[in-house]
């Protein structure tokens, strides 16, 4: 099957340190992701869309300065929350389209805590 | 804007039962693709079914089965034969074909309890 990894699965930091957070899709072919934020007994958020080499596309309400994207290559991309604070406190996911299913896969998640 | 509803936030069922999640959209493509993902306590999102709405036979996988009626634009999801890894949180999400977005739009989740 389609598989995700997602590292770390848990973090916590101090307020005002940034965080990175990575996403690979290990064995299938993808170019779109996704990352979401999730609050407890919460459906998904989305915040941005990414594709390999292309800027990603935040969604309203979401800083693009306070959530960087990297794109790197076919199969990884990273989140890095920048200045986080306590109000960042979430579960974040990531997402990768198959291109051969041209179906969403989702990381196992990543747990962050800022103190 | 399409919208997905679930209108159970929670459901129970006992082991070995049968239960069926809702699930409603709407929109005005005549083409999109239907999901159902799964996330138990681990919070590791898992597909469950897909479905393409051009696609008449409603899909399933072993004990997962659903009932897309697209004229009413609903897409409820059987579970049969309920195990105990069945408990988790249900999402029905929506996607687009149109417009080349891979978004997708997901309702606010059903929480599924199996008894013993």
């Known amino acids: 099957g389609a598989v995700v990894s997602q590292h770390p699965s848990w973090v916590i930091c101090k307020s005002g340190t940034s965080v990175k957070i990575e996403c690979r899709s290990l064995?299938?072919?993808?170019?779109?992701m996704f990352w979401y934020r999730q609050f407890p007994k919460q459906s998904l958020m989305l915040m941005a869309t990414?594709?390999?080499?292309?800027?990603?596309?935040?969604e309203q309400g979401v800083e693009k300065d306070k959530f960087l994207i990297n794109h790197a290559s076919l199969t990884l991309s990273t989140l890095t929350v920048t200045s986080a604070h306590p109000e960042d406190s979430s579960f974040y996911i990531c997402?990768?389209?198959?291109?051969?299913?041209?179906?969403?896969?989702f990381g196992p998640g990543t747990r962050l805590t800022v103190l | 804007a399409q919208t997905v509803t679930q209108s159970q936030p929670e459901m129970s069922v006992q082991e070995a039962e049968t239960v069926t999640l809702s699930c409603t959209y709407d929109?005005?493509?005549?083409?999109?693709?239907l999901f159902w993902y799964k996330q138990p306590p681990s919070r590791q999102m898992i597909l469950v079914i897909r479905?393409?709405?051009?696609?008449?036979q409603n899909a399933t996988e072993n004990r997962f089965s659903v009932n897309f009626q697209k004229a009413a634009k609903s897409f409820s999801l059987k579970i049969s034969d309920s195990q105990l890894g069945d408990a988790a949180m249900y999402f029905c999400?929506?996607?687009?074909?149109?417009?080349?977005?891979?978004?997708?739009?997901f309702g606010k989740g059903t929480k599924l309890t199996v008894n013993p």
């Open positions: 479905q393409e709405a051009y696609k008449q």
């Open positions: 997402s990768w389209v198959s291109r051969s299913t041209d179906t969403q896969y």
């Open positions: 999400a929506y996607r687009s074909i149109q417009g080349g977005s891979e978004k997708l739009v």
């Open positions: 929109t005005s493509e005549s083409d999109y693709y």
């Open positions: 990414s594709n390999e080499g292309s800027k990603a596309t935040y």
């Open positions: 064995d299938f072919q993808a170019t779109t």
